[in-house]
């Protein structure tokens, strides 16, 4: 339904401009949702779903072309769901496989907006998947499923390393009754932990305040910013008033958070971090701090010890880095396979960032040769962080999933 | 009543959360509302509808937004895309991005989260029958 509401709003709004032949209205639209400004591209996707058969003939044999749906680029490729046709459906579903779809956090919300009963077991597999994007799309689609199996596949992503899986989590079950889950909401307008100059904890308060918003009513959140500091008295009068409305509609059921949904408290002395975001082999987030503790993922729950001067090493090595590397601070093309340097060098409160970010082809030297010893050392360095076998391995994969091989 | 506190009451009387933008006002004259692009996100925007009272209501007046320069932004224009994250991923959803002018710089790429405070205006610029922007800012440069 909301799929076929936006759909009229969007063509009603425009109406089509070749009427007298579809075919060729059909072959524009394709042309402007594929290859058109990114800003008119899903507009153009979605009009091209409202055509009917005509708009699904020219995608259909997009699809069945060599390069499938990789052709369709990243607009159309989500609003394949919004086709009637049930082989873009079919598609779409089949491209979530694809290691290499770049793709494939879009193809999992638009799947989850059109969820249908019997998919529940797909989405409910898509919980446990390496991106975190994907996840977090995911629990729409489990949610429209059987409420049981739903609930019980919801609990276990309250503790998903990621806060907006989390969150999403937490917001589904409060819908379908659970309202215990509301603690993990509360618990994050208590947030204001940052990663480098990252401010997690503020994007956390923003969107559980709007989950609150939509779960509790507007009135209930009315006079609470996300903006404000949870520790000024305003901020913790309103989230106060706010957990006792959700403690009564929760009952006996109040639960005790386990530590990863608790609000991180702030690392001491983060100078280093880089952030691994690769569409074949996940994510990793990694941070160096002064006193050489190595703190893995978003939050505090998992630190552990360096060799000392371990810290002090990778700093010598980012400084050598970026003597060679100016000013230049971002190589090839945009994507959203990530790599990205964050150093906070001795006397700087925000840290310079290199980004390294491309698509799904694989870009050998994609990484600039400067940064090689860095991300050696980070890997010889992690490595040294007594996590279990294959880590080191993890790591130096997902480093070259993304900048490419390092050199020897 | 000032219009600025005629603005302010309006904006909390919705009970706005993470939508509420008063902020403290700036050295210069007009106050700044502190905006956040994930409030923006969040709108159920549908084409042609009215937006909600309280962006309208910051229709016009200073705001200071963060954000990342969207991916691929080329060096030297006056004007790029503000997204709320560094992949740069909602370029093509009209209200995920602000569109930003600068008066007295032009662009070159930063990966970092940058801050930019200027006049904001909401409304749908349409373009051949497509909406091209719905969110606009000017602003004199980037803060970093």
Redesign the interface.
Known sequence: MRAA??LL??T????L?DEGDPAAEARRLLE?ATEG????????SLRLAAMGEDGAAVVRERLEAESGYLSLG??LYEALSAFEDERMRVALWESLDDVMNPWR??GARALAKTAKMEEQPRFQALLTDRISAVRAEAVAGVAVGDEARAKEALRASLIDQNGRVRRRAATALAKLGEHAALAWLIEDLRRDDSWL??RLGR?A???A??A??KLLG??A???????SAPDSAEAQAKIQALEARCRELAGDDWPVLPDIARAPGEIQGEVIGV?L?SCREGELLLRWTTDDKLVVGEGDTDIRDLPEGSTALLLERAQEALEVLGNT??YG????D?E?HHFRLPGSS??????L?KGPEAVPDLRPAALHPVAEAMIQSAGAAGLEQGWEEQIRRTFESLGGPLSE | MRPVKILLLLI?S?????A????APSAAQDPVY?L?L??LM?IEY????KLPTWVRALNGHKVRVEGYM???TPEGLEKFELVWD????G????NHFIEVTLTEETTA?????IYVEGYFYASEVRED?????LFRLKAPKIQ?
């Open positions: 509401a936006l709003a969007f009603t709004t425009a109406p401009q402007v400004s990114p800003r008119i591209r899903t507009q153009a990243p607009a956090p879009a100059d990252m994007i308060r923003a969107e305040a709007q609150l918003g507007r009135e959140i009315a006079g609470y910013s996300s903006r952030e975001l601070r971002a093309d945009p994507g959203c990530l990205r925000r840290a310079w960032t290199i980004q970010s | 909390c919705l009970g706005l959360s993470a509420a933008p008063p902020v502190e956040s994930l409030d969040s549908k084409p042609g509808q969207a991916l691929g560094s992949c740069g991923c370029q093509s959803i009209v790429f930063n990966p970092d989260i029958g497509y909406i091209v922007s970093i």
